[in-house]
């Protein structure tokens, strides 16, 4: 059974500092990962996706991925209270994209 | 640009019942699925589609039989609705059928089986 695993939360920040949220996986052969965000009563939205080891920035939000120990996380800096939501870790397994879903991480970012 | 679109975006049915939800995109993607999300558990492929013409069965099929009728649209139907699928319904796009393509989400359809 393919894995992914996030920590529930909640993860409380203050607005400015930087949010942590981690994910590991349990399938080495997996390519490809993605981070999504979820407001309470949302769909979820695309935010991040990364494929190779090491860095990637888009803006606030840095996605840092370590095949060697199966994890991806993802760093949000200058939190916003408008960043207050659920983020999803989704990993690609199999060959026809099927993602497999963490439970996700809480986040809330208080002024 | 609409996305993805799904019908309707909440259902009350009493156990036994059938229904059928609908969904849409209109980005020209090859790949389909059908996702329910239940609170404490993430996402949950139940169907997928990964091209005009094929389906295939996810984590939790039972239960539930998809159509996809055309390019555009993948249909889930309950036949027979029973309590234990009461959650929020996900339908979601992909390009292609790589396992690099990302995936992007319909509003949801929230059903409740009393």
């Known amino acids: 059974q393919k894995e992914v695993e996030q920590n529930s939360g909640p993860l409380s920040v203050p607005e400015g500092a930087i949010a942590s949220l981690n994910c590991t996986y349990s399938d080495r052969g997996s390519q490809s990962f993605f981070w999504y965000r979820q407001y309470s009563g949302k769909s979820p939205e695309l935010i991040m996706f990364i494929y190779s080891n090491g860095d990637k920035e888009d803006g606030r939000f840095t996605a840092q991925l370590n095949k060697a120990s199966q994890y991806v996380s993802l760093l949000i800096r200058d939190s916003q209270p408008s960043d207050s939501a659920t983020y999803l870790c989704?990993?690609?397994?199999?060959?026809?994209?099927?993602?497999?879903f963490g439970a996700g991480t809480r986040l809330a970012v208080h002024p | 640009n609409a996305g993805v679109t799904q019908t309707p975006k909440f259902q009350v049915l009493k156990t036994g019942q059938s229904m059928t939800l609908q969904c849409a995109q209109d980005?020209?993607?090859?790949?389909m699925y059908w996702y329910r999300q239940d609170p404490g558990m993430g996402l949950r492929l139940i169907y997928y589609s990964a091209s005009e013409g094929t389906t295939d069965k996810g984590e939790v099929p039972n239960g539930y039989n998809v159509s996809r009728l055309n390019k555009r649209e993948f249909s889930l139907r309950l036949e027979s609705a029973a309590p234990s699928q009461t959650s929020v319904y996900f339908c979601?796009?992909?390009?292609?059928?790589?396992?690099?393509?990302?995936?992007?989400f319909g509003d949801g359809t929230r059903l409740s089986i009393l």
């Open positions: 989704a990993v690609g397994s199999g060959g026809y994209n099927k993602l497999i």
């Open positions: 980005m020209n993607h090859n790949s």
């Open positions: 979601a796009s992909s390009e292609s059928g790589g396992s690099n393509q990302p995936q992007h």
